[in-house]
Structures are given as C-alpha cells and as structure tokens.
C-alpha cells in the first residue's frame, strides 16, 4: 500500500512512517499542501491508497487542501489534528473527508482506520459500490430519493451531494426503513471494521446526514442500541422547535 503523508513536523512524519512501513506501508511524505497536490496529479504512474493530511499546515488550511484534492482526485483522505470538536469533523467530512482522527491517537486505531477506508475503494480511487443485492429501482423515502446504481441522493428533486460513506450509511439505512441498526453492525457493514474507536466517526457522519438533508427527524437515535430510518407519512419532517 502507498500513503501519501502531509505533515510539516519532520519528527511526527518520521516517526509515523517508521511504524506504517513496519506494517507494509509505503509512506510518501509531504511537507505542505502544495506538495501534496502535486503528488496526486493524475499524470504519476502509481496512485496512493490513502492521504493522511495534517491541518495545521505553513501554507495553507488542511480543510482547503481537502477540498483542492477532491477536485483531481478520489482518492480517500482521513484528517488528523488536534481540532477534536463536532463543527471541525462536519466540516471535514462535508468537504470530502473519509475520516477523521484526533491526536493523540493510538497507532493501531490509525492502522486499522487506514486499512477500512482504502478497503472501500478500488485501486486507482475508484469507488466500489454498496452491496445492493437485487434491488435496482431507487429507493423513494417520502422527500428523499436514493438512487443505489449511481450513488446519487435527492431531496424533493434537488441533488444532495454525500461523501462515499455517507452515502453508503444512507443507502444501509434506506433499504430496510423502520428496522433499528445497532451501532455495532453498521461500523461492520459501512466501515468495514469492529474498532471501537470508529463510533465517534459514525456519530459525526449521522450529524452530517441530518444536516446536508435538512431533515432531523429522518434518521432516528435509539438509544443504547444504534440507529433507524422513519419514512415521513407525508412530506419532510419539520425541524424540531428549538
């Protein structure tokens, strides 16, 4: 596997790449944003499984950098920082984020982060679809619209663009409406692992779905146990009064 690293402290991007390369990690290191859009021109020869993108960068924010890189490439990004609010995840995740770390971390969550997310993608960055069984209509949700074959979403007939997980948390939940999710099984099934430390990821993802989608009451907390899809008897829920 090759890694594209960007972090501008010599002695973090040693270190870390020590550790990866022990576990059969090819690290390219870059020093600065710049740097790390360079090497993820379309134009080299190998691609990078994943981008392990710092953002307190010298010459530019790391969010902006995330969204530079959305705009050449697919390829999956996890952010690692200290930023460790709510707000910064969204954020992160809004712009094209695959995941999000905060330091400190413990190296074999990283690990086992870095592994899940290029799992979910082919190599060169394609996408690998969601496992959509026989199912080949669209899945119509009240106002909402999810269009399994092209991994499209619409809300009253307005394109809501998602993130890959977004979208394959959605799609999980949409197709079986009504039927609670336990927290346990949807890490295994979207993110393809049973770390534990990947909860908080599903949390901030499910905070981003309710918001790009502007419908709160669509995706249902049941507490202790996971998560629901309540279909709208007719048109979208209302906010809930503040």
Same mark, same amino acid.
């Given at each position: 596997?090759?890694?594209?690293?960007?972090?501008?402290?010599?002695?973090v991007?040693?270190?870390?790449?020590?550790?990866?390369?022990?576990?059969?990690?090819?690290?390219?290191?870059?020093?600065?944003?710049?740097?790390?859009l360079? &090497?993820?021109l379309?134009?080299?020869a190998?691609?990078?499984?994943?981008?392990?993108l710092?953002?307190?960068l010298?010459?530019?924010d790391?969010?902006?950098?995330?969204?530079?890189?959305?705009?050449i490439?697919a390829t999956?990004?996890?952010?690692?920082?200290?930023?460790?609010?709510?707000?910064?995840r969204?954020?992160?995740?809004?712009?094209?984020?695959?995941?999000?770390?905060?330091?400190?971390?413990?190296?074999?969550?990283?690990?086992?982060?870095i592994h899940a997310?290029?799992?979910?993608? &082919?190599?060169?960055?394609?996408?690998?679809p969601?496992?959509?069984? !026989?199912?080949?209509?669209?899945?119509?949700?009240g106002?909402?619209?999810?269009?399994?074959?092209?991994?499209q979403?619409?809300?009253?007939?307005t394109?809501?663009?998602?993130?890959?997980?977004e979208?394959?948390?959605? !799609?999980?939940?949409?197709?079986?409406p009504g039927?609670?999710?336990?927290?346990?099984?949807?890490?295994?099934e979207?993110?393809?692992?049973?770390?534990?430390?990947?909860?908080?990821?599903?949390?901030?993802?499910?905070?981003?779905?309710?918001?790009k989608?502007?419908?709160?009451?669509?995706i249902?907390?049941?507490?202790g146990?996971?998560?629901?899809?309540?279909?709208? &008897?007719?048109?979208?829920?209302? !906010?809930?009064?503040?």
């Open positions: 596997m090759r890694l594209l690293l960007v972090e501008d402290d010599e002695h991007a040693a270190a870390l790449s020590a550790v990866l390369a022990k576990h059969g990690v090819a690290v390219v290191h870059a020093r600065n944003g710049e740097e790390a360079k &090497a993820l379309p134009d080299h190998e691609p990078f499984a994943v981008v392990l710092d953002l307190g010298p010459d530019q790391g969010f902006e950098v995330c969204g530079r890189i959305r705009k490439c999956p990004v996890i952010m690692v920082t200290a930023r460790a609010d709510v707000r910064s969204i954020h992160g995740l809004n712009l094209g984020a695959d995941d999000y770390v905060v330091k400190p971390y413990d190296t074999g969550e990283l690990l086992a982060r997310v290029s799992r979910r993608t &082919a190599p060169g960055g394609a996408e690998q969601v496992d959509e069984g !026989a199912a080949d209509d669209a899945l119509r949700l106002a909402v619209t999810v269009e399994l074959p092209t991994r979403v619409s809300v009253d007939g394109a809501v663009p998602l993130t890959r997980k979208f394959d948390l959605l !799609a999980l939940l949409a197709q079986r039927v609670v999710f336990r927290r346990e099984q949807i890490i295994s979207v993110w393809r692992t049973s770390w534990e430390g990947t909860g908080r990821t599903l949390e901030v993802h499910i905070a981003s779905l309710r918001a989608l502007r419908m709160p009451a669509l249902e907390t049941v507490r146990v996971g998560y629901r899809l309540v279909v709208p &008897a007719a048109g979208p829920p209302a !906010a809930p009064a503040s």
